[in-house]
């Protein structure tokens, strides 16, 4: 199977849709979309340095012993940072996660609020696209560097 997943492609995509959002006053989907596109630069640093990968291109279900697991939305993957650093940097990556300071952020993001009423939402949108703008960055590095194509 060729792969079909794409995540620095994504992350941008995503990027641009929640600008457009906010812009026009839809700040719970674009507060979803902060999420994704963070999430999705995240994937796209650790496969672009090697982490095992499904044959679809996305993040292995089951990683090796004594690699983190990352098939999880940002949320969950930032309560695992500390893990997922110590594996972007094992991979010589340390470079990237230095620009990524706000990334835990995206703790009280979740998925579930796309069911909730926009008062229930977390006023969290500007620290959300501040972390996630810190990832557009330091993609643009990684493709910069070479180490994404």
Not at 15 to 36: H, T
Not at 96 to 106: C, E, G, L, S
Not at 120 to 149: H, Q, T
Request: with cysteine; glycine share 8%.
């Amino acid at each position: 199977m060729p792969s079909t997943v794409d995540f620095p492609l994504a992350a941008k995509r995503h990027w641009r849709d929640a600008i457009l959002l906010e812009a026009n006053g839809r700040m719970g989907n674009a507060g979803q979309l902060y999420g994704f596109s963070a999430e999705c630069g995240v994937k796209a640093l650790l496969v672009a340095l090697g982490y095992p990968t499904e044959p679809d291109g996305s993040p292995a279900n089951e990683p090796p012993a004594g690699t983190p697991k990352v098939r999880l939305h940002i949320n969950q993957l930032v309560s695992k940072m500390g893990d997922i650093r110590g594996e972007i940097e094992r991979r010589d990556g340390a470079k990237y996660t230095a620009m990524i300071p706000n990334i835990t952020k995206f703790s009280n993001w979740s998925t579930e609020h796309r069911y909730w009423v926009d008062t229930a939402i977390p006023n969290s949108l500007p620290a959300w696209k501040l972390a996630a703008e810190e990832v557009m960055r330091m993609l643009d590095e990684v493709f910069l560097d070479g180490v994404l194509k």
